[in-house]
């Protein structure tokens, strides 16, 4: 389930293109909810661990991915919490759809542009869970 957290802990990867840079596994990149996520976020195509075909950028490496798309790869490939608001309003999709696949923290700063639909997803501070974003919203923002 997704949880969400308003601002960051010391546990909250906020250096998200270096630590993809440094840290992502070819492996990551043959995962077909990843391809889509950068074919999605990205408008570009994996064609092999070492190549991504960028329509703006011609052929990159996969260091050269937005950080959006690298925190999202992050959050679907380890545990860590990762800081959302390096993405941009294109990600919350994907984060909604990897939090169906496994337990995700994000930590938020910005009002992030969910889908207007309603979605359960746990305070990650509190605990406490909530169907509504702009109900968390209005929480910590009164």
């Not at 608001?85 to 999709?93: I, R, S, V, Y």
Request: negative net charge; glycine residues 6%.
């Amino acid at each position: 389930m997704l949880s969400i957290r308003w601002g960051t802990t010391e546990d909250t990867v906020e250096l998200v293109e270096s630590v993809f840079d440094n840290n992502y596994e070819e492996e990551w990149l043959d995962d077909p909810l990843v391809k889509e996520m950068v074919l999605d976020v990205d408008k570009s195509e994996i064609l092999s661990p070492y190549c991504i075909q960028s329509p703006v950028l011609g052929q990159i490496p996969p260091t050269g991915l937005s950080g959006g798309v690298k925190a999202l790869i992050m959050a679907l490939k380890t545990d860590w919490e990762i800081w959302a608001t390096a993405c941009g309003d294109n990600c919350a999709k994907w984060f909604l759809e990897i939090g169906k696949r496994k337990d995700l923290t994000i930590s938020i700063e910005h009002y992030f542009r969910f889908p207007e639909t309603e979605f359960d997803f746990i305070d990650a501070a509190t605990g406490d869970l909530y169907h509504n974003y702009m109900d968390f919203i209005v929480k910590y923002h009164r």
